[in-house]
């Protein structure tokens, strides 16, 4: 598991070894509970990835030893990406963070984001970017006033991580929050945050499990 810490322009980073995928789901749930305890008098402001270990992580939250400890009232759950499908489709990260966490846990709906898959993908990009601006409470990233108490990401095979993928304009989005990325190398249309809000944040945390991730 690889942080980095830094708010708007994020500079240092630490990493954490950790055995196998079950040991960084259980490190990170003590973690993250940890970090949204310790934010008081403002909500915390997540960014939820998809993936195989942030599912163990969810199913964990949800689970009797933390979902009467974690603050689901301060927390704003925002998503990183999403994939363009129906919130039912078994690709849709909602879907996935839905069922393993947010059915089994008292967290007002008012408390989650998730990302606007029908209609016109810029449309929709472009209405996250306003939930995201009225929790912000501005339209302009300030340094030193993160969007994002913890960004959660993963790292795919081909090097994207949350929906920024290699050869898509997005890559060059240097003032929009949420953009669109249609892939050339894999399925569905995207809605992503962009690397000026992912770097917005107090911590952005790679959650990488596996031998092909070693290295990244």
């Known amino acids: ?33 940890e970090q ?12 939820l990835s998809g993936g195989s270990t942030p599912r163990r992580l969810y199913q964990i939250l949800a689970s009797a ?10 927390t704003q759950f925002f998503f990183g990406d999403e994939r363009f499908v129906p919130e039912s489709d ?18 007002p709906p008012a408390n989650v984001h998730p990302m606007l898959t029908s209609g016109d993908p810029a449309q929709a ?7 995201l601006e009225a929790v912000y409470g501005g339209k302009t990233l300030e340094p030193g006033r993160p969007l994002f108490d913890v960004v959660m990401l993963g790292l795919g095979d081909n090097g994207h991580t949350a929906s920024l993928f290699p050869r898509q ?37 790679f959650m990488l499990a596996g031998a092909g991730k070693r290295e990244a």
């Open 36 to 47: 949204a305890l310790a934010k008081k008098g403002s909500p915390f402001v997540l960014a």
């Open 90 to 107: 078994a690709a849709s990260n909602y879907n996935m963070v839905e069922t393993e966490m947010l059915a089994h846990v008292k967290v």
């Open 125 to 131: 990009a472009a209405k996250y970017q306003a939930e």
């Open 1 to 33: 598991m690889r942080e980095m810490t830094g708010g708007h322009d994020v500079k240092t980073g630490a990493m954490v070894v950790l055995p196998d995928a079950e040991a960084i789901a259980q490190h990170m749930a003590k973690w993250l509970t």
């Open 65 to 74: 030893e933390y979902r009467d400890r974690f603050p689901w009232a301060n």
């Open 169 to 205: 304009p997005v890559l060059e989005e240097k003032k929009l929050w949420v953009s669109t990325c249609v892939p050339d190398d894999a399925p569905h249309t995207r809605l992503t945050l962009t690397y000026p809000a992912i770097h917005s944040s107090r911590h952005v945390v």
